[in-house]
């Protein structure tokens, strides 16, 4: 691990707006945490060993997707049993560099569209993990506030979530757990917050005193991206245009020598848009309305590979007749009803999770499609993997489409369902689920991913990452 204090500069391409305009775009690097740019990197992992690592991350995010416990009074130095929640678990892949107060403080946080509260360890720390860079401290900026009990902000966090301070001040006080027992405890507050040349000023955020679990102690807390009315991005609103989107580099080109950079950008993506307003290759889905609102819930229709249709409805692989169908035909879940919001889209997660039953036909048609010999995966977590071959044997692997409510196709290109497990090994990157389904940052990589949070949609626009 790279021991040093974080030093990141902020990378960003020209500011593509003026203040003057109603709505302001910024565009910022995401470090992949394996990324040579990440505090995390460690020069002596293989390939192997860091994609090993993502997937186990992204197993364990799936697993520990929802976890409740029961609601106990809360005070800004309360011990770290008092919490409730219903958020992913803190272990994000992408890292944010910003700045809180004035004057500004550098913090890198962990960009997570699996979460809504935004939170950086802040003095007095009762009970912290380490942190390697400096901690915030609130009496250093002139233009920190704290939030009080009965305000907008305090109000949006689940009730089991928030309560008054019992210290006299009359502060919103929260407690948060995620999903894999990591805890950050504190209160409430606004300051200014700088991302790049711009500032924007009274952003609510939590100051967390007791922080523990799984957090690295590269990283200040969280920046949350979630659809959640305390959120991030649901904070800077109209400032934005209620819009971000991310263009996330192939993890090869993230981890190699010469490590090209992914990026988000808060505001109207030029990329997204032409001379009419909306890019001709681009392809939009709603979203779903459904609890919690903390997540970007999608509906996915079918998936297609080669010449089957197989609508994300099904209870078994069926066939009508023989192996070959006419293009597009369903030949699975035929006349059963697709459940809306059923998948959300993650950027937090690796790999894809579809339902069982669904997977288990879609595993039977990539196997009868690709004509490689199957293999088992040593470390057991694909389900689908094939013998590659020895170096330079071509391989060849079918595109899937993915098929998203209101018509939006997405290609997927076998970077996106493809990787090399090690050596002589080629697996399948969806895997299955018996819970909601999760539509992973692999499946979304050389992809421009937008989110319009004012029309409630989420677009897709096929873009080489590494030149954007």
Not at 25 to 49: E, G, K, V
Not at 188 to 194: C, E, N, P
Not at 394 to 419: C, I, S
């Amino acid at each position: 691990m790279a021991a040093s204090h974080f030093t990141f500069l902020l990378l960003l391409l020209p500011f593509l707006s003026s203040l003057s305009s109603a709505t302001t775009t910024i565009t910022l690097d995401l470090i992949h945490r394996d990324s040579p740019l990440s505090p995390l990197y460690n020069p002596n992992h293989t390939a192997f060993d860091r994609l090993h690592a993502a997937f186990l991350r992204s197993i364990s995010r799936r697993n520990h997707r929802l976890c409740r416990h029961t609601p106990r009074t809360t005070t800004t130095n309360s011990d770290s049993s008092h919490f409730h929640t219903n958020i992913l678990p803190s272990g994000g892949e992408y890292f944010m560099n910003l700045s809180i107060g004035t004057p500004p403080f550098n913090v890198l946080a962990i960009a997570d569209t699996g979460s809504d509260l935004t939170w950086v360890q802040s003095k007095p720390c009762y009970q912290c993990y380490h942190q390697k860079g400096p901690i915030f401290d609130p009496a250093q900026s002139s233009t920190f506030h704290r939030i009080q009990c009965g305000a907008q902000l305090c109000n949006s966090l689940d009730d089991d979530s928030r309560s008054c301070s019992q210290d006299g001040t009359n502060t919103c006080a929260y407690a948060y757990s995620y999903g894999d027992h990591s805890y950050t405890t504190g209160y409430l507050a606004t300051d200014m917050f700088s991302l790049g040349p711009t500032s924007i000023s009274h952003v609510g955020f939590g100051c967390g005193m007791r922080n523990g679990g799984t957090f690295d102690e590269s990283g200040s807390g969280i920046v949350g991206l979630g659809g959640g009315p305390i959120s991030f991005v649901n904070q800077l609103g109209a400032q934005i245009g209620g819009k971000f989107s991310y263009c996330l580099v192939p993890l090869q080109e993230q981890s190699g020598a010469v490590s090209a950079t992914s990026r988000i950008v808060f505001g109207d993506d030029p990329l997204l848009l032409s001379s009419n307003g909306v890019a001709s290759s681009v392809v939009s889905t709603p979203l779903a309305s459904k609890s919690p609102a903390t997540y970007y819930y999608l509906t996915l229709e079918a998936i297609t590979v080669g010449w089957r249709k197989m609508r994300y409805a099904m209870t078994s692989y069926e066939t009508s007749g023989g192996s070959r169908f006419n293009e597009g035909a369903d030949v699975a879940g035929r006349g059963k009803k697709v459940e809306e919001g059923n998948i959300i889209i993650d950027s937090g997660t690796t790999l894809t999770f579809l339902d069982s039953e669904f997977y288990s036909g879609l595993e039977a048609a990539l196997v009868e499609e690709i004509q490689l010999e199957r293999a088992s995966d040593p470390k057991n977590l694909f389900s689908l993997c094939f013998k590659s071959g020895g170096e330079g044997k071509e391989v060849r692997l079918p595109v899937l489409k993915v098929h998203f409510g209101g018509g939006a196709d997405v290609e997927l290109k076998p970077v996106n369902t493809f990787v090399k497990a090690e050596e002589g090994l080629l697996c399948f990157t969806m895997v299955p689920t018996k819970d909601v389904g999760i539509f992973g940052n692999l499946a979304q990589m050389d992809f421009v991913v937008g989110y319009d949070l004012e029309k409630r949609t989420v677009s897709f626009l096929p873009a080489d990452c590494s030149k954007h």
